[in-house]
């Protein structure tokens, strides 16, 4: 059991750094940052790990691509240091993601509908 707690307490501590990997994400190469898609309610965070679009359009859709690409990197990182599964990553993360959001930011809820915070 002991040794459960310390593989639990050590994926937490990933979880965290990844956390603030994601948070950080440079996304510079492109026009619309993740914050400025934020504010505009262009995208949001969902509890998978990984942002989802509200707005469809080429350049929301491509900022997408790149972050939810990096996020991928990063979760399977922390998941073969851990010993556990990318998606028990992604949604340790996307949890952290949806709760952590700003006021006014969108976030996908449990029933699958965008949420205001």
Do not use: C
Not at 54 to 59: G, H, R, S, T
């Amino acid at each position: 059991m002991r040794a459960l707690n310390v593989k639990i307490s050590r994926f937490r501590r990933s979880a965290q750094g990844l956390l603030v990997s994601v948070l950080l994400f440079n996304s510079a190469a492109f026009a619309l940052t993740l914050d400025d898609a934020k504010h505009q309610a262009r995208v949001g965070e969902t509890l998978s790990g990984y942002l989802a679009p509200i707005k469809q359009d080429a350049e929301t859709l491509a900022l997408i691509k790149y972050i939810n690409e990096g996020r991928k990197q990063q979760y399977q990182k922390v998941a073969q240091n851990n010993q556990v599964t990318t998606n028990d990553v992604a949604r340790l993360a996307g949890q952290k993601l949806v709760a952590r959001a700003s006021k006014g930011e969108w976030v996908k809820g449990i029933n699958g509908q965008w949420l205001q915070k």
